[in-house]
């Protein structure tokens, strides 16, 4: 194990001061609940998780600040809410190969708990937590800026038109139902359709547009709803 833990280390960029921290991090509820009382101090990582969480929205939050003075506050929360999402996350952990280091039950594994999106994007934001309990925030910031707020493009411009990819994001970041698009109407000539489409997240919220293709009218509509749930989150914190 501590040739694997070693090895980790080097592709984190960081070498922990009590690596119990770091086994905590890597260890699904799954491996615990397997081994009962008698490894009742085994904790999982999910205390880690909700702690890394915190630290990846105060981190991921000030970095945008310092890189883009200018931005807006709308256009802050989407450039956040790309970066702390579980689809980004599960890409930097797949990146790291950290479901290789995991410590997962029979179940689990058996049923490709190393490969599956949502554990990896919780055992990463474990690993942050983690890591801001061995070295403080400048460690959390510092593994942050290395490995989830690069290569991303953030730029004030880069796709800011791509609501429908926003919208996703959105949705997956805040635990809501994927946003489903469907066809309300199509009229007019051929040469001048005005097509008219609908986006829902979940029962209640929905927004209808109308464009003059089917991917316009989607984009608008997303558009719409996303405005609508970055005002409500505004308006509730």
Do not use: C
């Not at 833990?5 to 070498?15: A, F, I, K, M, T």
Request: proline share 2%; aromatic share 6%.
């Amino acid at each position: 194990m501590a040739v694997a833990v070693e090895e980790l280390e080097r592709r984190l960029g960081y070498s922990f001061g009590d690596r119990k921290l770091l086994e905590q991090a890597l260890t699904h509820r799954s491996w615990v609940s397997e081994k009962g009382v008698a490894q009742a101090g085994a904790l999982s990582n999910e205390r880690l998780e909700f702690l890394g969480d915190a630290v990846l929205g105060l981190v991921v939050s000030e970095l945008l600040l310092e890189r883009h003075p200018r931005l807006a506050e709308g256009r802050l929360s989407q450039l956040k809410a790309r970066l702390v999402s579980a689809r980004h996350l599960q890409e930097r952990a797949q990146q790291l190969e950290l479901g290789a280091y995991l410590s997962l039950g029979r179940g689990e594994e058996a049923s490709g708990g190393r490969s599956k999106p949502n554990l990896l994007a919780d055992a990463l934001e474990a690993l942050i937590g983690a890591i801001y309990l061995d070295g403080g925030l400048a460690g959390a910031r510092a593994f942050i800026e290395r490995h989830i707020a690069t290569g991303v493009d953030l730029s004030a411009t880069g796709s800011e038109r791509d609501f429908k990819s926003r919208l996703q994001e959105f949705a997956q970041t805040h635990g809501l139902p994927a946003p489903r698009y469907r066809v309300v109407s199509a009229s007019g000539p051929d040469h001048s359709k005005v097509f008219t489409v609908e986006v829902a997240v979940g029962e209640q919220l929905s927004a209808q547009a109308e464009g003059g293709s089917l991917k316009a009218a989607g984009q608008r509509a997303a558009e719409i709803l996303l405005s609508w749930l970055l005002e409500s989150q505004r308006a509730d914190s």
